[in-house]
């Protein structure tokens, strides 16, 4: 009989193993705290259950862990690690430092099904789902490696964005077990982590009714049907007036807006128009905008437009009262950058 392993199992679950291994309930609550802040390797390193216990337990369980394959720093300080899972695929994370901040960008899927066309995760095609535990293990792993402390982030990790390999609301029960983990087994506060979707409507407002309420950024990247549907095969499914409705439906707390993410490509939406027609869509919904520069690979037939365009796109939508914002791709040099992880798949 294979073993259990004790990252696969939820909170109900680890009471009913608990149970059946004969142990008292509270060991329930005393694994996770060692499993997800302690961030144990293994049950022979849980140190407050008796010797005894301890091999008895691992017997029929054990805890998986993601294993490192390679880790590269940019010059700009951002890190990118590749983690094989148990079953050969892997995926990556990346580390991005700015400022106050130190944002870990995590995977929902290794590779993607969406095959946006300037997306180069949408190009390598799907692999597979990845459980809740090989989402969380991310985070885990990556404190681990840089040390950082035991609840919370521990004053390393000031922000996860699901903005990694794959589409999170297309994993969605696996995504809604592991915010949950995050939140409540890790003790990373919700407000801290941003779920960025390319835009599955339906799974928008379930999200809200099943998952913490975590922040919210949708890849727009266009503001049309037209140029959107070329882009992102997803809008033909869910058109611009859908996917916006469902964010209109969000019940979002006073102060807080969506974020809306627009990759700039030379000559196919950074018109001023294209501007024009963003800030009209977007009227009536609490909003901020990242203006994304395309992120180019090899092989890549888009361009990022030059400078101006990018700032004159900036300022329309400045004008018209909106925030947005440029953001700075980090990573560039060694393919850490949105739209740039393949983690080593042809
Ligand atoms: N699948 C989800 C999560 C991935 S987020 C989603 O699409 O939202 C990755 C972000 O990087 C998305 O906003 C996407 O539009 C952006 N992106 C993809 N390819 C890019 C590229 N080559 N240059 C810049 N941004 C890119
Ligand atoms: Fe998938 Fe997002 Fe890339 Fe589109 S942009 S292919 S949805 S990861």
Not at 18 to 43: C, D, N, T
Not at 69 to 86: H, I, N, P, V
Not at 123 to 137: P, W
């Amino acid at each position: 009989m294979s073993k259990i392993n004790l990252k696969s199992l939820g909170k109900d679950k680890m009471k009913e193993f608990v149970k059946a291994e004969g142990l008292p309930a509270y060991r329930a609550k005393q694994l996770i705290h060692w499993i997800y802040e302690k961030k144990a390797e293994s049950i022979g390193r849980i140190t407050e259950l008796s010797k005894e216990t301890r091999e008895k337990l691992s017997d029929p369980a054990y805890i998986s862990n993601l294993n490192l394959l390679s880790r590269q720093a940019s010059k700009d300080g951002t890190e990118k690690f590749l983690f094989g899972l148990e079953d050969g695929e892997s995926i990556e994370s990346v580390l991005i430092p700015d400022k106050d901040r130190l944002t870990l960008c995590i995977s929902s899927q290794a590779g993607c099904t969406m095959g946006c066309g300037f997306c180069l995760t949408g190009k390598i095609g799907f692999k597979r789902n990845l459980k809740a535990h090989e989402i969380v293990d991310q985070i885990i792993a990556v404190m681990r490696i840089k040390g950082h402390g035991s609840r919370g982030m521990g004053q390393g990790i000031t922000n996860i964005v699901f903005m990694g390999m794959g589409e999170p609301l297309l994993n969605f029960d696996e995504v809604v077990e592991a915010l949950k983990r995050i939140t409540e087994f890790m003790g990373i506060s919700k407000r801290r982590i941003t779920l960025s979707t390319c835009g599955i409507a339906p799974k928008i407002s379930e999200l809200y009714k099943k998952a913490p309420h975590v922040n919210l950024a949708i890849s727009l990247n266009a503001a049309d049907n037209r140029t959107r549907d070329m882009l992102m095969p997803v809008n033909r499914k869910y058109p611009i007036e859908h996917l916006l409705s469902a964010c209109r439906k969000i019940p979002l707390p006073t102060r807080s807006s969506i974020t809306f993410e627009y990759v700039m490509l030379d000559g196919v939406n950074d018109r001023p128009s294209d501007a024009q027609n963003l800030v009209r869509i977007l009227r009536g919904i609490p909003s901020k905008v990242n203006l994304i520069p395309f992120n180019p690979y090899e092989g890549s037939k888009f361009k990022r437009p030059s400078d101006e365009k990018v700032f004159a796109f900036q300022k329309v939508l400045i004008n018209a009262g909106i925030n947005a914002f440029i953001r700075k791709s980090k990573g560039q040099d060694i393919l850490a950058a949105c739209g740039q992880l393949k983690a080593g798949y042809k």
